[in-house]
């Protein structure tokens, strides 16, 4: 069994399931992942609110609204001018598309190429909305690989991601459970400043079985 599934059983069997992404239907998922750049869930919650309050927490409706409405609705989510701009752009370049008829890697560089969208946020947009089998990586990846000894040549996104992939089956649901539970673990115990003695990985950490 590879180490990333050994780590993966013991924050699932300690955390149970996490049912991701917190959202209502695909445009959302979109919606959202945009939005939570920078800033944390519970801000994107209030500015989900508001598109919904406002009827258009969707792509249809953003890609036919002024960045300017846009920017007022997403305060709470902050930078939101910046990210009314990259949720207009992101409407406009998705409301057609349809993902089904490409592959990961062309729906991939699709998501790539619209200005804003940076890895983190387009895998998330390929696992979450369009549900296919990719990893997400974000700091708390990074933060916990590192902490619990997993050696890698470095710890960047594509090395994490493509070390991950080789050594898991490409399922959807693993990988969405995992994420989840990777977020879960480091906000709440594996945080900035780590609380190592209530951690039930304690025994394991600096030493899980590679
Ligand atoms: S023992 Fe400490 S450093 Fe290791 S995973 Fe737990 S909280 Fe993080």
């Known amino acids: 069994m590879s180490k990333y599934q050994k780590l993966f059983d ?7 399931k996490q049912d991701w992404w917190p959202a209502d239907n695909y445009d959302e998922i979109i ?9 944390a869930w519970t801000n994107v919650e209030k500015a989900i609110r508001n598109l919904k309050t406002a009827n258009k927490c969707d792509l249809k409706s953003l890609s036919n609204t002024t960045e300017n409405t846009i920017a ?11 990210k009314a701009k990259r949720l207009k752009t992101t409407a406009k370049s998705l409301v057609n598309y349809n993902y089904q008829e490409y592959d990961i890697d062309e729906n991939r560089n699709y998501l790539l190429n619209i200005k804003g969208i940076g890895p983190e946020t387009a895998d998330s947009i ?12 974000d700091s708390y990846t990074i933060r916990l ?17 493509s ?3 080789k050594k898991l089956s490409r399922d959807v649901n693993l990988f969405n459970e995992y994420h989840a539970l990777i977020v879960n673990h480091c906000k709440f115990v594996c945080k900035a400043k780590p609380d190592c003695i209530n ?3 304690n025994e394991y950490c600096d030493q899980i079985e590679i």
Not at 10 to 16: A, D, E, I, P, T
Not at 31 to 39: E, F, K, P, S, V
Not at 145 to 161: C, F, N, P, S
């Open 72 to 82: 007022g609705l997403i305060k709470p989510s902050g930078y939101f001018n910046v």
């Open 163 to 165: 070390d991950i992939m």
């Open 199 to 201: 951690c039930f990985l």
């Open 10 to 16: 013991k924050l699932f069997n300690q955390y149970g």
């Open 31 to 39: 919606i959202g992942a945009i939005l939570t750049q920078n800033t």
């Open 145 to 161: 690989l590192k902490r619990i000894g997993i050696q890698l040549k470095d710890y960047k996104y594509h090395t994490i991601q």
């Open 126 to 137: 390929l696992l979450y909305a369009m549900e296919l089998p990719v990893f997400v990586v």
